[in-house]
């Protein structure tokens, strides 16, 4: 009767360790996938701060034109305003 115990109890012990370990391995794969996702979102909006750097640098260098121009534009009418 005490071998029959012995067995059922660590049947039961077996069975809620491979529970545990399952919930766990869940839960751990879970974990992977949102840092997967945040991962893959990170690196979307990497480029999208890179694109608008370089948007930005490229209008920087419009306006610099423009100001160069129009300075240029008041030189030669002796500072007339337009």
């Known amino acids: ?7 059922n109890v660590s049947d039961t012990a077996r069975t809620i360790a491979h529970s545990l370990i399952a919930t766990i391995r869940r839960g751990a794969a879970r974990s992977d996938q949102c840092l997967a996702e945040a991962r893959r979102r990170i690196d979307q909006l990497q ?9 930005v640098r490229r209008l920087k260098t419009v306006v610099s034109k423009l100001r160069r121009n129009a300075a240029k534009t008041r030189l030669v009418d002796g500072g007339a305003s337009p």
């Open 47 to 55: 480029g999208v701060v890179h694109s608008r750097e370089r948007e």
């Open 1 to 7: 009767m005490l071998r029959k115990d012995d067995d």
